[in-house]
């Protein structure tokens, strides 16, 4: 195994022996290779995540195991079809016409598919993302979809800088999901608030994240 391989399998190994109970994490693979991801897996992760449909349609049939898969990233409707047939989860649901699509194609598909909702909680015009103002609505318009169950909340905040900067979007966050939590919604199953990157999960799980996205701090830059 190549040095890169081994310091991929003891990153996975700090991780798992350091996250709080409850916590999950999945490797985000954008960018990444087969060999990488298979270290990855190897190693423990057991959740995996994508951004792009085209890279995960690349990778996956390559891939020796099984594992749950999210796509985290933009999903455009015209790739909704492959997505379905790909992932587990779809965590980036930003529109009611978007969920629609994804309704429309897993009825034909006869498959119900967990989501979580994108909240753009940093405001930020270059993000994907709904606003926090927004989400009472548009779970409203998904609680007539039969084919999706609404399992949560996603948010990005800042990639880069000074992870005490993420804290303030991450807490409107959880207290977004903390309110759905309460209103016991029929049609969903709210468990998962997904809110973390390589330089800011640890602020993320102490504001009550329970599924983090590490793509850098396992496989490198």
């Not at 195994?1 to 700090?14: D, F, G, T, Y």
Request: negative net charge; proline residues 4%; contains cysteine.
């Amino acid at each position: 195994m190549s040095e890169h391989l081994v310091q991929i399998a003891q990153a996975v190994e700090r991780f798992l022996n350091s996250l709080p109970p409850g916590v999950t994490i999945e490797a985000a693979c954008k960018g990444r290779a087969v060999e990488e991801v298979e270290a990855a897996y190897q190693a423990g992760i057991r959740h995996f995540a994508h951004n792009y449909v085209q890279e995960a349609q690349a990778m996956l049939p390559s891939l020796s195991f099984q594992a749950e898969w999210h796509m985290i990233g933009h999903l455009q409707r015209n790739k909704v079809q492959k997505a379905i047939e790909l992932f587990n989860m779809i965590e980036s649901v930003d529109s009611l016409s978007l969920a629609e699509e994804l309704d429309k194609r897993c009825a034909l598909a006869g498959k119900v598919m967990p989501i979580l909702i994108e909240v753009n909680s940093g405001r930020e015009p270059n993000k994907t993302g709904i606003l926090p103002e927004d989400v009472d609505t548009l779970v409203e318009g998904i609680s007539a979809l039969s084919h999706l169950r609404l399992e949560g909340l996603m948010t990005m905040g800042p990639r880069y800088g000074n992870p005490e900067e993420s804290r303030l979007y991450f807490t409107e966050t959880r207290k977004l999901f903390e309110r759905l939590k309460e209103r016991n919604l029929p049609y969903a199953s709210i468990r998962w608030l997904s809110m973390g990157m390589s330089n800011s999960y640890q602020v993320a799980i102490e504001e009550g994240a329970n599924l983090i996205r590490i793509g850098t701090a396992i496989f490198g830059k």
